[in-house]
């Protein structure tokens, strides 16, 4: 009896599902799909859940319609990892194949989109709070108080924690029998469990992040009205940077604020631009504390409410010309197998690639803890 080597749809079936199990923020935030091809760099326009606004009743009903709004994407991450295989190791049966030769490619891929995950949304955020030395629940609390101060929905909330952050706070009892409150979603192998109302999970392909500032506080250089957007910082060092995407907090408000535009520190002052606009009113020489580290990269974790974020996957089309190829999808995610013999080696070159995009969908549907 013949050998029968696997087609690509079944190793592409299979793909999804070992990804799927290696995956953890792409399982937590909101995915969109279509089955309409894309090439690299294209974008895509994806549908926003709808929202609305608490009115104050009068005479009459006033009927807000249902507007979803859209947000474009561009699909500007394609990623591949391939392998020269023999049509002996094609000749395997599929839970062999998976785990001598899929379950190591697709845990590359996981690794890749977790990591492409944070570092596009990573610093779009400005709500965050710090992990303190001596680790304390009240840290947790305080991060979960930034999400109420952000009005962020009380469900769905998840929490993901870079490693070295989860070990700071493993050893406290919320946090040690946090499994006995309930065991979120599916992710068995990364879920810790639920604290404060949130689904705290653990994931090792978080990365660290840095910071391009030196000093940890300045001062407000002037009054500061509410809505004010713009503020200038003095008590600095001379020569340091502040960059976009860094974040402080500011004595007289509880939000935080990310930097949209910062500058080069002259004369110990810089000028910023920052979102969200001032809460409140802040008076003139009010502390501003910089979060981060120019020093050594620092752990990032997230709080974030499902449809903070988004995770836009598009099939590739398939190969022609002779290649042996497969494209599928599942829960939202697309991948492509495909695999061509070569005389030469008498082997055959399978390559595994996805096509994706991430976009921040609300930054207010998110807080940062800074390690």
Do not use: W
Not at 6 to 31: D, G, Q, R, Y
Not at 332 to 341: E, L, M, N
């Amino acid at each position: 009896m013949s050998n029968t080597l696997l087609t690509p749809s079944i190793i592409a079936k299979e793909a999804l599902l070992v990804l799927e199990n290696n995956l953890v923020m792409a399982n937590l935030v909101h995915t969109a799909y279509s089955n309409e091809y894309a090439k690299f760099g294209a974008t895509v326009t994806i549908r926003k859940p709808a929202t609305f606004a608490a009115t104050a009743f009068s005479t009459t009903v006033a009927a807000q319609d249902v507007a979803e709004a859209s947000v474009q994407v561009v699909l500007d991450k394609f990623y591949d990892v391939s392998a020269a295989i023999t049509s002996q190791e094609l000749s395997l049966n599929i839970a062999d194949f998976s785990e001598q030769i899929l379950t190591p490619i697709m845990r590359a891929h996981a690794q890749n989109v977790d990591n492409q995950i944070f570092q596009a949304v990573y610093k779009t955020i400005a709500g965050h709070t710090t992990v303190t030395g001596t680790p304390v629940v009240s840290d947790l609390a305080n991060l979960m108080a930034q999400l109420d101060l952000q009005k962020v929905p009380p469900t769905e909330r998840r929490v993901v924690l870079h490693p070295v952050t989860y070990a700071k706070y493993a050893a406290l009892d919320a946090v040690l029998h946090a499994d006995k409150r309930g065991k979120p979603l599916t992710i068995d192998e990364y879920s810790i469990g639920r604290i404060l109302g949130s689904d705290f999970y653990m994931d090792q392909n978080v990365p660290a992040q840095s910071s391009l500032i030196v000093d940890t506080a300045g001062a407000l250089s002037g009054n500061a009205a509410a809505g004010a957007t713009a503020a200038t910082i003095s008590a600095m060092t001379d020569g340091q940077v502040v960059a976009a995407g860094d974040v402080f907090k500011i004595v007289g408000s509880d939000r935080g604020y990310l930097i949209v535009t910062g500058g080069t520190v002259g004369s110990t002052v810089v000028t910023i631009t920052f979102t969200p606009a001032l809460d409140t009113a802040i008076a003139s020489a009010a502390v501003v504390t910089f979060n981060g580290s120019a020093a050594s990269g620092f752990k990032s974790s997230l709080a974030f409410h499902k449809n903070a974020f988004a995770l836009v996957s598009r099939p590739l089309a398939p190969y022609l010309g002779g290649v042996t190829c497969a494209v599928e999808n599942y829960k939202g995610i697309s991948c492509r197998v495909a695999y061509q013999g070569t005389t030469s080696n008498k082997t055959n070159n399978m390559s595994v690639d996805m096509l994706f995009g991430v976009k921040t969908l609300d930054k207010e549907l998110a807080a940062k803890l800074i390690g």
